[in-house]
């Protein structure tokens, strides 16, 4: 059952922006903690940001100042506006659903790739 879907993956040169969405499929969405991680081809996943469900942000050194993460809890989304993006964050993306009790739920993943 999918309870996750991004959307808005895709291919940017260096120093563009692209805004990423998921949508969530499940109950009780305000009180979930949402984030996003990313994986790059032959590494690890590793953590993006992440908004709880007060809407306290958490960010990657490694995006801080150019990644913003927001929830609109009544539409059940939460995005990610990637600004001046480098090819370095070419990766898939993840996006995740904490909720207070139970297992994480994942998204499928949406690809963003820059371009020199």
């Known amino acids: 059952q999918v309870q996750l879907v991004e959307s808005g993956g895709g291919e940017v040169q260096t120093g563009g922006s692209l805004r990423l969405s998921c949508k969530a499929f499940?109950?009780?969405?305000?009180?979930?903690?949402m984030g996003w991680y990313r994986q790059a081809p032959g590494k690890q996943r590793e953590f993006v940001a992440t908004?709880?469900?007060?809407?306290?942000?958490k960010y990657s050194d490694s995006v801080k100042g150019r990644f913003t993460i927001s929830r609109d809890n009544g539409k059940k989304l939460v995005a990610l506006q990637m600004n001046g993006l480098i090819p370095e964050d070419t990766a898939v993306y993840y996006c995740?659903?904490?909720?207070?009790?139970?297992?994480?739920?994942w998204g499928q993943g949406t690809q963003v790739t820059v371009s020199p």
């Open positions: 499940v109950g009780d969405y305000s009180r979930y903690v």
């Open positions: 908004i709880s469900s007060g809407g306290r942000t």
């Open positions: 995740y659903g904490d909720p207070p009790v139970g297992p994480q739920t």
